[in-house]
Structure formats: structure tokens, C-alpha cells
């Protein structure tokens, strides 16, 4: 029954928007050691493709698949300080699953991995590359100094026509189609990095980059289908770690989205799984509830949990099982390899809440191992801060089940608090005091401030859409993002006054960059190429970022909240070099704000600069605010 709906159900696929083989070259930067190619075909792959010596994970997991392998012998040629621990077979009878170990002090090398045929009369040797560490940067983590811009890299630049259609591949360009391929890719992104370090930007976080050789709407990137290739349409392995190490050599840091819950329908893996259990399958399709609460409802039933954790996430993505011991290693190695290989930064973590939780902790803990500064931050979509907070790191009440190992998450509640707060009209609970009861409950958190926050993302209505594209309120919005806690995060073209809502297509909230494409009528990416509106909004965004990445104060200061009082909202971040007010009129009238009961902050005050315009405010008495609109001040003495 399983095998009959894996081949029915399977070779379907459908259009999903959710967030849910050139695979060498050395690190940046140069000088590169010899460039190894391994043999990478229909008839041998190998995975990971290589490994590294000086490594804390010194027992590599290779996944090798032939047709028939499994009967194969196997041994190792002379290598050294590398010994062949285990070899371990699947269900299917093309799979071989190579324990080896790396001694410490192992010498670059290539180790021969021989294969001989049951008959005897036949054998292949495969050499697996062993390469000494390179020491560029790498991992080195997100923090609340940082600013990141998130890029969906078929939908920002095209900085290579040639790549837009690739032979073989299923889905080629339709720019005319919300849904379909429009020919961005990682050389558009490069060439656009100038443009972001003058913005202000110390991060970016491309959507995910991996190959998604998939039927239709394999541009969003979470439908994988080879988790150690670039997608061509994007680019190459070594085009990636080369816009890594251009990306360093900014200043700039680079997350990776990683999706280890589940995987695109033609992945080859989908028509020949290692192991009858690689998959969770059910006798029909079954979606996942989509309800992450269960894995804490202490009423929850056992059915509930299945079929959240099992279920699948769409038809054509199916959902993988990590409670595999093969897999769990596969992917733990894939994200570590990844780091290695290209030096990036942190991961955001797709669907964190669906995948099994005993995996994620190893998963996140044996990374950070690795790799002790970098930054994991899991997508937690929910609508409570308790559930969101349930999976950060070091929850008290979340370690009595499990305990995520993950130091972040992506802050949903404060963005909906902030869309709240800029739409709805004031109450107890309402308007701004949503952002009030949000950033109240940061006790839950053993640290609010390595959560991600943002004001949209890939699968959210645009920003300024959602609040009736008001500028005032864009500006509140974006001057609340840049001077609250955690780390922000920037969706592209955000800056320009992008547009949108998720229905009735995702497409509507990923369009192209204007200008990103040859031929395109404007170029947004120039002062010249936009609107009067959309310059004031950049202009904004670009002047309060600046003044961020150079006042620590907003960056790793103290938060203090007041209650909002006639739909303004009014709190201060400082340390002992600075004092910044910030009010937000969230109220459709002009407020003038009497400032005695802020006295425990201002104290000592008697003038402040306008942080955006630079104008000197002289009595602080009293503060005027413009509908819906924000204020930031440096306090004076």
C-alpha cells in the first residue's frame, strides 16, 4: 500500500508558495588548493563530496548510491590517519551508507574508497577528498548589531541571462508568470552588494538557493531536490562561496535558509528511497495540521502530535523522517559542509516547528558545536508568544520536553503587534498596546534580543500594502523596527515602497526589483529611477539605519516601555553613553505628548536632536507628533 501511494501520490505536483556536478572548488578566500572533481553522475554520487581534517565532527556519514551497490564490497585504499569504521545498507539495494574517521593531524589527501562486484571480477575505486580547513571567516553568527535584508534570489537581479534557462531542467523562464521562473540569480545579487552596504545593510538572507528541479513554482527554493548543489538557474557551488566571500569582504554576513523537514517530489531520493522509513508515508496524502501548539498542549493526543509532526507540508513536498538514524546524520553533515565549504554565517531555519524536535536540538546543538558564534534561528509561525517562545533556546518550561538549542526566532508576534498597532483602533489590548503585551511577556525568552524582527517577510503581505500605504505609518513601522530589540530583518524593495498582498498568489509579494533585469523601464536600485515618495522612504530607511549601525545604544541598550496612552506609544533605549526616545503616534490625529511622567528617563534632559532630519528640539516639556506618524530622538544635556 505504502509503495503503490509512494508511486501514485508522488508524481504529483502542485503550485505551493510556502515557506514552507560542479560541487567543488575550495573556500574563500584564495589561494585555493588543487580543485578536486569526484565522479558525480546517474551512474555514482557521493554525498557529502568531500570532507575537511581538524574538524570536532571527525566521523563522516558518505551516502554513496549505484544501481546494486548494496551487494558491493568495500575497503580502503592506502590512506592515512582515515579508517573505515562501518558500512551499513539500506532497504533499496543501490545504497551504501561509509562510516569514515578522520584521525587529528590526518593529511590532505585523496582516500580511496574500493568497491568490488560479489563475482570478484569487478571493482571501481572512487577517491574521496580529504582537504585541510581554510581559515577565512566563516560562522560567525548574527547578533543584535546587525541589520539583515532577506533576497529572493530569482526575484531581485538578473545578472546572468544565460543561466535563465538550463537544459534539462524542468522549469524554465516565464517572467510573465507570478509563479514562474524570472531570472534572478546569485551574480544579480553580487552585483548589487555596493548598494546594500551603502544602505546599511550587514547581512542578507537569500531564500533558499539549492537545486529545486521541480515540474512548476520552483523559484521560491523550498521544494529541494539536491541538497549540495546550487540551482544552475541561480548559478554554481563556487559562484555562491565567491558571493559569500565578496559578501565578507563588505562587512557583510550571509544566513542560509536552511529546510530540513522536507524535501521537493523529484528529489532522486523520492523515487528510490535509502530506507522504507526515509519518508514519514501515510496510506493517502496527509497534510500536517499545521499546529504547532500541539507538541505543548498537555491535553494534546497522540493522533494530534502524528499528524502535526508527519504530516506534509504540501503534495509535492515530501516530508522527511529524522527520526532515521542515516538521515539525521545526512543533514546534520549537509548544514556543517555547507559552512565549510562557503563560510557562511547563520541558518534560518525553515518550518522549524514541524520537523521531529529530538532531531532539531541535535541538529542545532552539533552545529553550534562546530561552529560556536553562529546564529540559528527558527521560523515558528504561531500566533502566541508562549508557543513562539517554546522553541528558543534555554526555555524553562520547554526543556522538560526537549530543548531546541536554537538561540533565536523569527519574531512573528512583535510583527503582528506592529501591523496591529499601525490599523486597528485603540483599546486595553488593542492598537499599540498590542506592542505593550507583546514585549512585556520578553521574560519567557532567555534572550529577546537574538530574535529576528521584521515587518514582512516571502510569505506575508507586503508591508506597506497591509497598512493602506500611509507614509507615516511605513515610517512608524520601519523607525520601530530599527530601534526595538533584536535583530532586524529588511524584505527587499521594502525600502522602495514594495507592494502587495499574498492572495490570491505569493507571486503578488515576490516581484522583480525594478531595474534588477536588462531592459527593465526603471532602476529603483537609483535616486534617478524612483518616485519623490519612494526616494522619501529610502531616504528615511537609509538615514535611520546609519544612525543604527553607529549608536550601539540601539543596538545593545536597554529597552524601557511605557503604556501607550491615546494610541501613542512611547519607550527609550539607553546605556551610559546615550539616551533615545522613541514615540509613535499610532493615533489618526496629531498628539502633543506630556512628557512628566517619562521623568525617570529624561531626567537631566533638556534638548534632543531629531535623529531623522537632524533638527534641535529645545523643550521637551511637551512633544508634538504628526498623525500616525514616528518620532526618534537623542536626548541632550
Known amino acids: 500500500m505504502k509503495n503503490v501511494f509512494l508511486l501514485l501520490f508522488l508524481g504529483a505536483s502542485v503550485s505551493v508558495c510556502f515557506s514552507c556536478k560542479d ?126 535584508y532577506l533576497i529572493m534570489p530569482d526575484r531581485f537581479a538578473n545578472g546572468d541571462p544565460a ?36 544602505l546599511g545593510i550587514t547581512a542578507i538572507w537569500l531564500n533558499p538557493e539549492l537545486e529545486n528541479d521541480q515540474a512548476r513554482t520552483s523559484y521560491h527554493g523550498y ?72 507538541l505543548l498542549d498537555p491535553y494534546a493526543s497522540e493522533y494530534d502530535k502524528k499528524h502535526f509532526n508527519d504530516g506534509w507540508f504540501a503534495p509535492s513536498m515530501p516530508d522527511l523522517n529524522q527520526r532515521n538514524p542515516y538521515l539525521a546524520n545526512y543533514l546534520i553533515q549537509q548544514a556543517i559542509w555547507w559552512v565549510e565549504y562557503s563560510g557562511l554565517d547563520a541558518f534560518r531555519i525553515d518550518t522549524y516547528t514541524y520537523s521531529d524536535q529530538d532531531f532539531m536540538s541535535r541538529y542545532c546543538r552539533e552545529i553550534r558545536a562546530e561552529y560556536p558564534s553562529i546564529h540559528l534561528f527558527g521560523e515558528v509561525w504561531e500566533y502566541d508568544v508562549i508557543v513562539q517562545g517554546f522553541f528558543a533556546d534555554n526555555q524553562p518550561m520547554a526543556r522538560a520536553k526537549f530543548d531546541s538549542n536554537q538561540p533565536g526566532v523569527v519574531d512573528f508576534q512583535v510583527s503582528f503587534a506592529i501591523q496591529e498597532a499601525l490599523t486597528r483602533e485603540q483599546g486595553w489590548t488593542e492598537g499599540a498596546a498590542r506592542i505593550y503585551y507583546t ?116 543596538q545593545t541598550g536597554r529597552l524601557m516601555q511605557f503604556v501607550p496612552e491615546n494610541g501613542v506609544y512611547v519607550y527609550f533605549r539607553y546605556d551610559n553613553a546615550r539616551t533615545i526616545m522613541v514615540l509613535l503616534n499610532t493615533a489618526n490625529a496629531e498628539r502633543t505628548v506630556d512628557t512628566r511622567r517619562f521623568a525617570e528617563r529624561m531626567q537631566g534632559f533638556s534638548r534632543a536632536t531629531d535623529v531623522v532630519t537632524g533638527r534641535i528640539v529645545t523643550d521637551l516639556t511637551e512633544i508634538r507628533l504628526e498623525q500616525n506618524a514616528p518620532l526618534v530622538l537623542e536626548l541632550k544635556r
Not at 41 to 59: A, F, I, K, Q, Y
Not at 102 to 118: C, D, M, N, R, S
Not at 167 to 173: H, K, Q, R, T, Y
Not at 512 to 526: L, M, S
Open 439 to 554: 514585549l512585556a511577556q520578553d521574560f519567557f525568552y532567555e534572550d529577546p534580543t537574538r530574535n529576528v524582527v521584521m515587518l514582512d517577510n516571502h510569505d506575508t503581505n507586503r508591508f506597506f500594502s497591509a497598512i493602506g500605504e500611509n507614509l507615516n505609518k511605513y515610517k512608524s513601522g520601519i523607525a520601530f523596527l530599527l530601534t526595538t530589540r533584536g535583530i532586524p530583518q529588511i524584505y527587499y524593495a521594502t525600502e522602495i515602497l514594495g507592494t502587495g498582498f499574498e492572495a490570491p498568489s505569493h507571486g503578488n509579494i515576490r516581484k522583480d526589483f525594478p531595474g534588477g533585469w536588462p531592459g527593465d523601464p526603471v532602476d529603483k536600485f537609483t535616486a534617478a529611477g524612483r518616485t519623490p515618495q519612494e526616494n522619501e522612504a529610502f531616504n528615511f530607511m537609509r538615514t535611520l539605519l546609519r544612525y543604527r549601525n553607529a549608536t550601539p545604544t540601539l
Open 223 to 294: 521544494a529541494i531536490t539536491d541538497l549540495y548543489r546550487i540551482d544552475r538557474r541561480l548559478g554554481t557551488n563556487e559562484l555562491y562561496r565567491d558571493l559569500v566571500g565578496a559578501c565578507h569582504d563588505r562587512g557583510i554576513k550571509v544566513v542560509r535558509d536552511a529546510v530540513p523537514n522536507h524535501i521537493g517530489d523529484n528529489h532522486y531520493w523520492v523515487k528510490d528511497l535509502p530506507t522504507r522509513d526515509w519518508l514519514n508515508v501515510w496510506p493517502e496524502m496527509t497534510k500536517t495540521t499545521y499546529r504547532a501548539p500541539t
Open 163 to 198: 543561466n535563465d534557462n538550463v537544459p534539462g531542467m524542468l522549469d524554465g523562464l516565464a517572467r510573465d508568470s507570478l509563479l514562474g521562473r524570472h531570472g534572478g540569480d546569485l551574480k544579480g545579487i553580487q552585483d548589487r552588494l555596493d548598494y546594500l552596504k551603502d
Open 23 to 148: 560541487y567543488l572548488g575550495n573556500p574563500h578566500p584564495r589561494p585555493m588548493p588543487p580543485k578536486v572533481v569526484p565522479t558525480m553522475s546517474d551512474d555514482l554520487r557521493v554525498e557529502p563530496p568531500n570532507w575537511w581534517t581538524g574538524m570536532l565532527h571527525n566521523r563522516v556519514q558518505v551516502l554513496v548510491r549505484r544501481e546494486g551497490l548494496a551487494a558491493w564490497a568495500v575497503r580502503l585504499g592506502e590512506a592515512r590517519g582515515v579508517t573505515l569504521e562501518k558500512v551499513a545498507r539500506g532497504d533499496s539495494p543501490n545504497y551504501l551508507f561509509l562510516t569514515l574517521r578522520i584521525a587529528e593531524g590526518a593529511p590532505q589527501q585523496k582516500v580511496p574508497l574500493v568497491f568490488t562486484h560479489p563475482d570478484q571480477t569487478t571493482s571501481f575505486t572512487h577517491e574521496f577528498p580529504i582537504w585541510q580547513r581554510n581559515q577565512a571567516p566563516k560562522g560567525q553568527g548574527l547578533t543584535s548589531r546587525d541589520v539583515v
